[in-house]
């Protein structure tokens, strides 16, 4: 079955406490991204990959690190968690960028306190 | 700058009614423009896209939307909905330019029995 698999799915964690989210695809697609989805704000770009260690900003990476060593695997390093960073993250992928359907992982619910 | 705007944040409609959900975008160009549907708990799934051809676009789940050009818009309509259709509704643009999808803030859709 395709499917984008994140992990872990709800994260509690305090202040300063380096966290990593990981982000898995097996449909061999070229184009992941990471989003931050806020009440009212929807859903914002954080890190984006066109494919094997390229990475570019996107809207709100302040405060995030990716990579991407491998086409199926795409983390998101928080290295301070700050309380601001409290949200819910989805990965998703596609086989290209703009014209062709993302597919979403469920989501991860991080709390920093 | 390029922008999507869906003006409605919540909209209550009885099951067997119809719908239509608003979208409106601000881009130079001829832009690709996306549906997606979240479920409660749920990433986010493709209901429909449009890239170029004909402006009436058939989805997934008995969805449609329409492009008009004239009034920068990608409106979202069902003719008759499903309480299984309580969701969130996001509409999204691609951005040729930069390379990204810009997303809406969502239209949180409420069906009564």
């Known amino acids: 079955e395709a499917q984008v698999t994140q992990n872990p799915r709800y994260l509690i964690t305090v202040t300063g406490k380096k966290l990593t989210v990981t982000c898995s695809q097996n449909?061999?697609?070229?184009?992941m991204s990471w989003y931050r989805q806020d009440p009212g704000l929807g859903l914002r770009q954080i890190y984006y990959?066109?494919?094997?260690?390229?990475?570019d900003k996107g809207d709100v990476p302040e405060g995030y690190k990716v990579s991407r060593k491998e086409k199926r695997n795409f983390p998101l390093i928080l290295e301070s968690p700050s309380p601001n960073q409290t949200s819910l993250y989805f990965c998703?992928?596609?086989?290209?960028?703009?014209?062709?359907?993302?597919?979403f992982g469920q989501g991860t619910r991080l709390t920093v306190v | 700058a390029q922008s999507v705007t869906q003006p409605d944040i919540h909209i209550t409609v009885s099951e067997g009614a119809s719908l239509e959900l608003r979208c409106n975008y601000s881009?130079?160009?001829?832009?690709?423009l996306f549906w997606y549907v979240q479920s409660p708990g749920q990433g986010l799934q493709l209901l429909l896209k449009?890239?170029?051809?004909?402006?009436l676009v058939q989805g997934i789940k008995g969805f449609e939307a329409e492009f008009k050009r004239s009034q920068s818009s990608f409106n979202l309509r069902k003719p008759s909905v499903h309480w299984s259709d309580a969701a969130e509704y996001f509409c999204?643009?691609?951005?040729?330019?930069?390379?990204?999808?810009?997303f809406g803030k969502g239209t949180r859709l409420h069906i009564l029995p």
């Open positions: 449909m061999n697609h070229e184009y």
């Open positions: 881009y130079g160009a001829t832009p690709y």
């Open positions: 999204a643009v691609g951005v040729i330019r930069d390379d990204k999808i810009i």
């Open positions: 998703a992928s596609s086989k290209g960028n703009l014209n062709t359907e993302a597919f």
């Open positions: 449009y890239f170029s051809g004909d402006t």
């Open positions: 990959s066109m494919n094997v260690e390229v990475t």
